[in-house]
C-alpha cells in the first residue's frame, strides 16, 4: 500500500492536493500534517476538520514556543529583514518540512508532498530542506507545480470534488501566517497600482483610524534576545500581546514589491506588529552597545543570514558561520528599550545598557572631560589624501 505525507494548512492548493494525489498519483493513503506555529486557533480546528473528512489520517504538532525561540529569537539577534520586511513565512518553512518529515519517517511512508506552486518561493523552501534530509528516503512531490494548475483551476477542481475552501474567484488572496507576520497576495493585489483595501487586514487598524494618544512598551534583552515585555517573560505572550498593542496602533503594515529566489517580482502585503517593534529596538540598543565597526560588519551579516533564510537555506552550513560572529556580538546587547506606538510607527524613544558606550560626560557640550584640543591633529589628517589629489590633479 502507497503512503504520502502531505504538509497541510487547509487552504485552497493543500486541499485539492488530497484528492490529486489519490487521482493522478495513484497514491492508497494520504496522511495531512499541520504545524502549529501560531495560526490562529480556528485555523487550525478548521484544517483538521477538513483533513478528516478529505484525508485517511491527520496529525497536527504543535511547534509554537521552538518557533518563538528558536527561530523568531534567531530573527531578531541578526535584524532578519528581507527587502524592507521581517522574514515570516520564510522562517517557519524550514520547521515544518522538519515536522512533517519526523511524521513521514513515523508512518512509514513512500513519499512526501507540498502545495507549493512554481511561481513562489516556498517550493525552494520546503525541498531544500526535504531533499538535504529525507532525499533518500522519500518521493517528493508538488502536484499544483507539476500539473501546471492555475488558480482558477485549482477552484473549479475543488468544486466539482466537492472539496471545501476558502477562496473563490471574486475573493483569491492567499493568505499564509504566523505567530511572527502575516502575507497577503493575490486578487486585487496583484495590481500594484491599486492600494490594498481595508479587508486584507486583520492584525492591524489603519494608521489613520489608530488612537490619538501614543502608547509605550518597555522591551527588556539579554544576550540580544527579549526577555520581557511590560514584564510578561513568556515567548509566545510576549509575541502576542506586541502583535495586540503595536496592531492596535497600526503598526506593522507594509507594502512592496519583492524579488521572489526565480526572479519574479511580486506585490506583497504584510502585517508584523510584534515583529516591527522588536526589530526596531533591538537594533536601538545595538547602536548603543556596539562598536562603530562591529555595527557596520553586523549588517553585512545580518543581510547575508536573511537572505539564506530567504532562499530556504536554514541548514546551509554558512547559515551557522554567520551566526556565530552574529551571537559573537550579543554577547553585550543587554538593557532595555522603551519603544513608543504611534499611528504606524514603532519608535524607540528610550534606552539604557549596562554595556553602553555612551559616555553623557565626554558627548556633553557642557562638560570639560573630553579635551576638544586634541582632535585638531585628527582633523589636520582628515581629507589628507583628498587635498592631496585635488592638488596634483589641477588642470
Not at 513515523?106 to 520546503?126: L, M, P
Request: hydrophobic share 35%; glycine share 6%; with cysteine.
Amino acid at each position: 500500500m502507497s503512503r504520502v505525507v502531505l504538509a497541510y494548512s487547509g487552504g485552497l492548493d493543500t486541499s485539492v492536493c488530497i484528492e490529486l494525489l489519490r487521482e493522478k498519483y495513484d497514491y492508497d493513503e494520504v496522511i495531512t500534517v499541520t504545524t502549529d506555529v501560531g495560526q490562529p486557533r480556528e485555523e487550525i480546528e478548521e484544517a483538521e476538520e477538513k483533513a478528516r473528512k478529505l484525508a485517511d489520517e491527520h496529525h497536527t504538532v504543535d511547534a509554537v514556543e521552538e518557533f518563538v525561540t528558536e527561530y523568531c529569537w534567531r530573527a531578531v539577534k541578526a535584524n532578519a529583514t528581507y527587502e524592507g520586511y521581517p522574514l515570516s513565512t520564510a522562517l517557519a518553512r524550514p520547521l515544518i518540512a522538519e515536522k512533517v518529515l519526523q511524521v513521514a519517517r513515523e508512518v512509514d511512508a513512500d513519499a512526501i508532498a507540498h502545495g507549493c506552486t512554481g511561481k513562489g518561493n516556498d517550493q525552494f523552501r520546503f525541498e531544500a530542506y526535504l531533499k538535504a534530509h529525507g532525499g533518500d528516503e522519500f518521493e517528493i512531490v508538488a502536484p499544483v507545480r507539476d500539473l501546471n494548475l492555475t488558480r482558477e483551476e485549482e477552484i473549479a477542481y475543488a468544486k466539482e470534488k466537492g472539496i471545501p475552501v476558502p477562496v473563490d474567484v471574486d475573493s483569491p488572496y492567499s493568505i499564509d501566517e504566523n505567530l511572527w507576520g502575516r502575507s497577503i497576495e493575490g486578487g486585487v493585489l496583484e495590481d500594484p497600482t491599486r492600494k490594498p483595501p481595508e479587508e486584507v487586514f486583520e492584525w492591524t487598524v489603519s494608521p489613520e483610524e489608530a488612537p490619538e494618544e501614543p502608547e509605550t512598551v518597555e522591551v527588556e534583552f539579554e544576550d540580544g534576545v527579549p526577555i520581557s515585555v511590560d514584564g510578561e517573560e513568556d515567548p509566545v505572550r510576549i509575541v502576542e500581546l506586541l502583535n495586540e498593542k503595536a496592531g492596535e496602533h497600526g503598526v506593522g503594515r507594509i507594502d512592496i514589491i519583492e524579488d521572489r529566489i526565480i526572479g519574479l517580482k511580486s506585490r506583497e502585503v504584510y502585517e508584523a506588529p510584534a515583529a516591527i517593534t522588536l526589530l526596531e529596538a533591538h537594533r536601538a540598543l545595538e547602536a548603543l552597545t556596539l562598536t562603530r565597526r562591529e555595527l557596520s560588519l553586523k549588517s553585512r551579516m545580518d543581510d547575508t543570514w536573511s537572505e539564506l533564510v530567504y532562499q530556504g537555506l536554514w541548514f546551509d552550513p554558512l547559515r551557522e558561520h554567520v551566526e556565530a560572529f552574529i551571537d559573537s556580538t550579543q554577547s553585550v546587547v543587554d538593557g532595555t528599550v522603551v519603544v513608543e506606538l504611534h499611528r504606524g510607527r514603532a519608535v524607540p524613544v528610550s534606552r539604557e545598557s549596562p554595556n553602553s558606550l555612551y559616555d553623557e560626560e565626554l558627548i556633553s557640550y557642557g562638560e570639560k572631560k573630553f579635551d576638544q584640543r586634541v582632535a585638531e591633529g585628527a582633523v589636520e589628517l582628515h581629507g589628507f589624501q583628498e587635498r592631496l589629489a585635488i592638488r596634483k590633479r589641477k588642470p
